[in-house]
């Protein structure tokens, strides 16, 4: 990727900085942040262990993937907006099929003007997802609401597969992947139908994003070529269909194109889950790219992310740029270098209690519960902490850093939460919120967040943890026990 300083394209580096510290005092956990302007990158970041070379999954980002898979075969006269969905599924078409199903189209599913008022499948991996669209019976006519719905999605990914007979990332390689100078090995999750999760499972590199991010800043034109119609990346990022009746955050409310955002100021944005964001405004040639995962933020932790997020972008980036460049300014470049390893995010509290030495060592047996722990102990060594249990299959430890974050490898198999496996790869951290109460964040590079708290009273232990996905069978909810 070309780079350049800030200052060169227009922007300071001290704003750059002022919005780094924004999101760093908001504890949002973001693992890689890119800042790029006028298609050179002027700044990146990332938190360990995730780096430029790094896979990450993109949730929801895929979708726009996904629109770009469709826009490959449009020119390629393979597909047609106009075509009907129910066309390419006949094993799946009810006899005879509802007329709101076979009226809707390839035009209806990129704009998510679905017949149905929720995404169709849930996410049992045994289950047909695919199918769920059919047995579903639609609840209004096709193109004429916005409904955001990721089975809209997964149909046009697997539509894809269907007229190329390929992968729907290695369709793209040889078209767009490869020309915009994406990383080797991207790939895209399954569904259980064995067809790409184009909804949510696209894998690639931050850069990678911010590549795919500055094509459709540049209308599908790249290195003097049109990959794409230019008609096809100006709708894909404009106001096609009003997303204002969704009673969702105000940054949603501008429009949708396809599987695209639409946001003030001409903008468009790549939305998933849990951080992972592409912010561009072409009349400013501004990109933002962000990945992470925020599991740990909120309740409704999407929501406010988003919002604070892009009034973050709107705020303090967006009204500072300038269409000159600035003057050089190397100690605020150095500053701003400072940011380029964002540090762990640490469980707020102190390194030490009274009850350290009281605790060590004590075997607390605990009362039957649903995770099937039988007995814990936890042990302290300086700044290193370790929790040893039994629970159904075994004797299992956990290692933790006190007021700072360790790698780990987590005990178990951490299984299958959706289409991507889990990692064992783990960063654990812990620290007293108060006297007799440890907290613990043990973080999978996968899937985010899991907590452990562990109040001490006398010769009890109570014990809550707040589960990762993929995780509930034996490490959820409270435990209670005395030692022995």
């Known amino acids: 990727m070309k780079t350049a300083t800030p200052e060169s394209v227009g922007i300071s580096s001290r704003v750059i900085s002022a919005f780094?510290?924004?999101?760093?005092?908001?504890?949002?956990?973001?693992?890689?942040?890119?800042?790029?302007?006028?298609?050179?990158?002027?700044?990146?970041?990332y938190r360990e262990p995730y780096d430029k070379d790094r896979m990450h999954r993109m949730f929801s980002i895929s979708k726009t993937f996904t629109a770009l898979a469709a826009g490959l075969l449009i020119d390629e006269g393979k597909l047609s907006l106009c075509d009907k969905v129910v066309s390419f599924f006949p094993e799946y078409c009810p006899d005879p099929v509802n007329p709101l199903l076979a009226s809707a189209t390839i035009y209806d599913m990129l704009t998510m003007q679905d017949p149905h008022d929720h995404t169709t499948h849930g996410y049992d991996i045994k289950a047909n997802w695919l199918e769920s669209w059919f047995l579903t019976p639609p609840d209004h006519p096709p193109g004429t609401v916005f409904q955001y719905n990721t089975t809209s999605t997964n149909l046009i990914a697997s539509i894809v597969e269907r007229i190329t007979g390929q992968k729907m990332i290695d369709y793209m390689y040889p078209r767009l992947l490869t020309p915009l100078g994406f990383s080797e090995g991207c790939f895209c999750g399954e569904t259980p139908d064995g067809d790409s999760f184009g909804g949510s499972a696209?894998?690639?590199?931050?850069?990678?994003?911010?590549?795919?991010?500055?094509?459709?800043?540049?209308?599908?034109?790249?290195?003097g070529k049109q990959l794409i119609s230019r008609d096809f990346i100006t709708d894909l990022r404009s106001k096609l269909v009003d997303t204002g009746l969704m009673g969702i955050p105000v940054e949603g409310m501008f429009g949708y194109g396809y599987f695209t955002w639409h946001l003030r100021y001409n903008g468009f944005a790549f939305f998933g889950i849990h951080g992972q964001f592409a912010v561009g405004f072409p009349d400013k040639g501004l990109l933002i790219v962000t990945t992470g995962n925020t599991t740990d933020n909120y309740a409704n932790e999407n929501d406010i992310l988003l919002s604070q997020f892009l009034d973050r972008v709107f705020y303090r980036l967006y009204p500072a740029l300038s269409d000159d460049s600035l003057p050089e300014n190397p100690e605020a470049q150095a500053e701003l270098q400072s940011f380029s390893k964002l540090p762990h995010l640490l469980v707020q509290g102190s390194v030490t209690s009274s009850l350290t030495a009281a605790i060590a060592g004590r075997e607390y047996k605990l009362q039957p519960n649903k995770s099937g722990w039988k007995t814990v102990c936890f042990e302290f060594c300086d700044d290193i902490?370790?929790?040893?249990?039994?629970?159904?299959?075994?004797?299992?430890?956990?290692?933790?850093?006190?007021?700072?974050?360790?790698?780990?490898?987590?005990?178990?198999?951490?299984?299958?939460?959706?289409?991507?496996?889990?990692?064992?790869?783990?960063?654990?951290?812990?620290?007293?919120?108060?006297?007799?109460?440890?907290?613990?964040?043990?973080?999978?590079i996968t899937a985010g967040y899991m907590h452990l708290n562990a109040v001490f009273e006398g010769d009890e232990v109570t014990i809550l943890i707040k589960p990762l996905e993929g995780y509930r069978g034996d490490y959820g909810g409270y435990m209670y026990g005395k030692s022995k």
């Open 202 to 223: 696209v894998n690639c590199t931050p850069r990678d994003l911010a590549k795919l991010a500055q094509f459709v800043m540049d209308e599908g034109f790249h290195d």
């Open 385 to 444: 902490g370790k929790i040893i249990y039994d629970n159904r299959r075994g004797t299992k430890e956990i290692q933790f850093g006190i007021g700072k974050s360790i790698p780990f490898q987590f005990p178990d198999d951490p299984g299958r939460a959706g289409p991507v496996d889990l990692s064992y790869d783990t960063h654990t951290n812990a620290a007293w919120i108060n006297d007799r109460t440890l907290a613990l964040c043990i973080y999978n």
């Open 20 to 45: 780094l510290n924004d999101l760093h005092e908001s504890r949002f956990n973001m693992h890689s942040v890119l800042v790029l302007r006028h298609g050179k990158l002027v700044f990146e970041a």
